[in-house]
């Protein structure tokens, strides 16, 4: 049977009173550290792989999901050209140890990790812990997945977040939050014009998690696609 | 008086019998060059600006339009960086002239342009033409500008149009069609999933224009914005 980790509970890490702090010890006992860092490099496309075929699972679209580790390593981390996070296609995983992180990961060139520690009172069921263990010994739990857009209006650029997904038995403990405001930090941090993402209208959970960060819905709004045959059929030279 | 161009009939230009010829060579006795071309540096920002502030106008949104020739300049063309039409945001011109145009515009090294020769039977009404005469001597009639996406589930990537735009009086004569083909043949020529784009849902005769190219609404998918303080405030580091 695959280890299981420690579950959150909603304790805040600051400073507790002498009693508070007593009850913690005896119900929090395990200690989750948590990051948000950059994918750098094809060591991580086994789990953006993983990743992307749970979420499909989870929106019932298996079918329609035909990412491939290839195709990823190809498309995400082109050898060809020089890595240019937030200029391309960019991943920020968030992962957990039961142990501190290990200093100086290779992607802290790029971005700095964003960090936190949760005090936990039971574990986290995780059936599927080996297929997301890193090389370094941590468990990759969720990813957003982010590219450069732009707006005209304000010639500016932006950010268009594809997908945000955090694995379950993570859930419900501010992991999405951890990597919408990672991606949100960095766009204010290079002033971009706004982040944009799509969502169903019937993932009603989602649209309340996102009002919360400050984002709207654009009402009025509807998304075009040409694809397929279609595409092929329109787009092939006379 | 501003002069005027010829404006377009519906009469094809293949070959015709010869008594509908002698009827056209009646009717139809001004031909316009039309020409898509990529835009490739700063000389084409101020038609640009002028396109984006007329858009901004059709949609009753001037007042959210901040668009500068400056922040064009930088963000389109920017000189640090060497020019990469298609791995970022990029800007198709549609041009019209009187007479053929001159081979060998610097465009061509990057995207073949696409030609069409109209015939006309009326002028076509410009009064805003010098402020769209490029130095070659052709008018700028209209734009899209697009930028490259990214499928996860294709891990592919894909090309988002932004805007597309026609100036009044060069409407209804396929040139929006043609700016449309002409990411979709990019689109297809490098092997992208597909296109997408944004429709207000007011703007039914955009939506009629895009299913005739084959594509569809995505019905149960809404987009969400954090810009502004929204942004800043979420996305500045606590």
Redesign the interface.
Known sequence: MAPVLPAYNLKPKTALPAEEKKQQSDHSNHILYVRVRLATDESDVPFIHGL?HK??AFYH?SD?????KP??SS?LFNSKTPFEPF???TVFLVEVSSTPFAPNHPSTQHFNHIETTLHLPHPINDPEMELFRTEEGTIIAGFV?F???????????AF?V??LFVREGYRGKGFGGMLM?AV??????MGY??????????NVAS?TF?EK????????????????D????????D
């Open positions: 992307i979420m499909a679209l329609e999901c035909e990412a491939t195709a990823l498309t200029k391309t296609v997945i590219f450069p857009s732009y707006s005209t209006f304000l010639s500016k650029p268009h594809e997908d405001k949100a930090s960095q766009a204010v941090k014009a706004r982040m944009e993402w799509t969502v169903t209208t019937w649209h996102y960060l400050g984002a709207h819905i654009l009402q009025d709004w509807r998304i075009f696609r040409l694809a397929d279609a595409l092929l059929s329109y787009g092939r030279s």
